[in-house]
Structures are given as structure tokens and as C-alpha cells.
């Protein structure tokens, strides 16, 4: 599922990554805002976004992913750069140690592809949490 952003939007910052998505999360219907949402940000080299990709739909609690889902799209549109990000429906942002694991697995993809894994943000309620901004990339 792709979502429509301003042509030329620039992230700039775990913030602006929240703010996007906190953005098409209250879009959503009110069911499907308790599921967790598992996105793909697609960028050039001047951080411009060249796609959103929901990637997976999970349930109340989980939202498993693969790589190879993650960074098919990276491919195929030749990215320089990728953010992914997903949403806990708790509405507490706190990675759990799946979250952290599945982070480090992202970066080896990424590096491997040579593709860059800029951040991994998870959204809650009313905050964020950025692997980024805590210096986990």
C-alpha cells in the first residue's frame, strides 16, 4: 500500500518521521489504528521521500517482517537510503527486545544491499522513540 506525501517532502528528523506517520495513523480507521503498522520510507540522496510503503499489518501486538520485504521496493526503485519505522498500538514507544533485534537484522541487510538504514522509529501515542537518535544505528 503506498501513501501520497507532498512531492518533494524532505525528512529531516525522527520528529518529521513521527509526525508523517502519526498523521496517516489517525487517517486510519479507529480498528485498524490498534494494529501494528510496519512502514518503509524510501529516500534520495537529499532526503526526499520517493515512497511510503506499509509494508505489513499486523495485529494488536506484533508485526512480523522479513528484509526481503523491507527492501524489495529499496530495490526496485533504487534508493539511497531507508527509514523504517512502525507503531505500537499501546501506545508506549519503548523498544521491546524484539524491536532492537529486528533493528541490528535491518542494518545487516542494509549494509550488505548498500542501501543505508538511516533509523528505525517507532510511534506511540503521544512520543517516539528513534534507534537513531539513541545512536543504536
Known amino acids: 500500500m503506498d501513501i501520497k506525501f507532498p512531492a518533494k517532502e524532505r525528512i529531516g528528523s525522527s ?12 487517517a ?3 480498528l485498524d489504528r490498534e494494529k501494528e503498522h510496519f512502514w518503509a520510507i524510501g529516500l534520495t540522496s ?3 521521500i520517493k515512497y511510503i510503503d506499509l509494508v505489513h499489518l499486523g495485529s494488536m501486538n506484533h508485526c512480523p517482517c522479513r528484509p526481503m520485504e523491507i527492501f524489495r521496493r529499496a530495490c526496485i526503485m533504487g534508493v539511497v537510503s531507508l527509514i523504517v519505522a512502525h507503531n505500537h498500538p499501546s501506545g ?9 533485534a529486528a533493528t541490528k537484522k535491518l542494518k ?3 549494509d550488505v544491499l548498500e542501501i543505508k538504514l538511516l533509523d528505525h522509529v517507532i510511534v506511540g501515542d ?10 543504536d544505528m
Open 126 to 135: 503521544e512520543d517516539y522513540f528513534s534507534f537513531g537518535d539513541e545512536g
Open 46 to 48: 537529499q532526503n526526499q
Open 28 to 30: 486510519e480507521e479507529v
Open 108 to 110: 545487516e541487510a542494509g
Open 15 to 26: 520528529k518529521s518521521v513521527y509526525d508523517i506517520l502519526k498523521k496517516v495513523l489517525l
Open 92 to 100: 508506549n514507544p519503548h523498544p521491546s527486545l524484539e524491536d532492537r
